[in-house]
């Protein structure tokens, strides 16, 4: 059997309450791993950068295996801009080459810099207009029931890009889940960690890892999904929440 583990933490008041969000972490895992994975989340969110987190939500639920579907890793593409501005440009210069029209792009970057406080997932355009699509507000859409089919070639397969660490095993998975998802043709993400300026555009099977995308110090961060016009709305959120998903590194051999 495989379980379902989410984690969800935030500070003074539970998220319910208006609490400040501190952080979360989706894992799809065998039984004997579980345990483990709810220490490291414990620890996580009491020791992260946007501060002590003193409510924390631990969700754990059994997963039909014949549910899971195996999908394939994008491939990684580093880009280290020169300057904030000159990460933005690339990354709006990506989504418009994969057919985002400059209004959703435009709509997306205010949604996300106009921000008064970081969201807690993902907010859906529509990727010709730029609407939004789901009702979420400050929330947004949270993905889950994501995982690696195998660790350790995974982190194998990142390091030899040059890349490790949490931050990008996570990025790399749930960008590889909305990117085969039903009517998502790219996805724009920037941290709400302080310190992690990179972000990233994934389109077209690439990873298009940027940095910088935000400014140090800044709490604020976000997901956008650009959406296909005339994609069933239920059918893509209840894939995103819901549909346990396993990412194979050595599906379609992407990267190196
Ligand atoms: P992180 O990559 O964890 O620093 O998160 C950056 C932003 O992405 C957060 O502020 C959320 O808005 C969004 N986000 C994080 N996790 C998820 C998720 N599981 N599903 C959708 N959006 C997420």
Redesign the pocket.
Known sequence: MLYSVRMRSAKDRPHEKGGK?I??A?RLLEEQAVDEAVRQMIRRARMHTRGKADFISIKIERIDRNKVEEIPALAFLDLQAGDLADGRRFAKQQLLTCGISKQAVDKAFSLLLDLKD?????ALLEAETGERLDAFHMR?????RMDVKDEAGFACWIKKQGFEGL?VR??AV?AAKVAAAPGVIAEL?????PQ?LTGYVAAQGVYHRITPLKSFGDE????VFFVRSGTELNKLVQY?QEQPVLVNWNLGKQGK
Do not use: K, P, T
Request: aromatic share 6%.
């Open positions: 969000h952080s979360g989706e970081n969201m807690r997932g993902a947004g859409v949270r993905v889950s931050h996570e990025a749930l993400c920037w941290s709400d960690d992690y604020r961060g976000g997901r995103l």
